[in-house]
Nanobody, 127 residues
């Protein structure tokens, strides 16, 4: 099973930016679709963004569209989430996850289809 390690979280003022990184330990995940999810205190884990294995297709939650960008570098075995114009409501623990397939289908793929997860990284946005 692929183990994932997130980094790059921290405390930032509203309007600021952060870049999260996700690196696997173990087998490569370059053939898998990857996603970022987040969970705020007292709330369920929610989808943030996803990217297909090639990086050619990306998907975003409406709440982050236009502000966040997901990308991947398969040569380096890395996935990134660039977060700009951060808002206090973006405060959450952010998780990187690997899907069991190469493609993310916004009509069908669910959280349960992501079988490998990182430990999460805290993002706190102050107002």
């Amino acid at each position: 099973q692929v183990q994932l390690v997130e980094s790059g979280g921290g405390l930032v003022q509203a309007g600021g930016s952060l870049r999260l990184s996700c690196a696997p330990s173990g087998r490569t995940f370059s053939w898998r679709a990857m996603g970022w999810f987040r969970q705020a205190p007292g709330k369920e884990r929610e989808f943030v963004a996803a990217i297909n294995w090639s990086g050619g297709s990306t998907y975003y939650a409406d709440s982050v569209k236009g502000r966040f960008t997901i990308s991947r570098d398969n040569a380096k075995n890395m996935v990134y989430l660039q977060m700009n114009s951060l808002k206090p409501e973006d405060t959450a623990v952010y998780y990187c996850a690997a899907a069991g397939s190469s493609r993310y289908d916004p009509e069908r793929t669910t959280l349960a289809d992501f079988g490998s997860w990182g430990q999460g990284t805290q993002v706190t946005v102050s107002s």
